[in-house]
């Protein structure tokens, strides 16, 4: 198990910024493929970004790229979702995600899951 824990959610106006941290435990973090989606109300998960163990591959969703950016601290055991611009459509949970291989997370074929974090974005 690699339990993980989403923090800094929260409500902002459009054109605002928020950054995301999701905390794992475990010896075996840095290599896990680590990623972020969300989920709006009445509609599907949908997949923002994917990192890779050593952070040197990067996937994105359909338009995700550019106002959403994913880093991680190995040392740390953290990844980080920097969003900025955000817009009333952006108001979603956002799931932190393991998988094997930033591939694995980027098919949405994930090991762990985090609990979600409510990000409400006002216009």
């Known amino acids: 198990q690699v339990p993980l824990v989403e923090s800094g959610g929260g409500s902002v106006q459009a054109g605002g910024s928020l950054r995301l941290s999701c905390a794992a435990s475990?010896?075996?973090?840095?290599?896990?493929?680590m990623g972020w989606f969300r989920q709006a109300p009445g509609k599907e998960r949908e997949f923002v970004n994917a990192i890779s163990g050593s952070g040197d591959l990067i996937y994105y969703g359909d338009a995700m790229e550019g106002r959403f950016t994913v880093s991680r601290d190995n040392a740390k055991k953290t990844v980080y979702l920097q969003m900025a611009s955000l817009m009333p459509e952006d108001t979603a949970v956002y799931y932190c995600?393991?998988?094997?291989?930033?591939?694995?997370?980027?098919?949405?074929?994930?090991?762990?899951w985090g609990q979600g974090t409510q990000v409400t974005v006002s216009s």
């Open positions: 995600a393991a998988g094997t291989t930033v591939g694995d997370v980027a098919r949405a074929n994930v090991k762990y």
């Open positions: 475990g010896r075996a973090f840095s290599g896990f493929g």
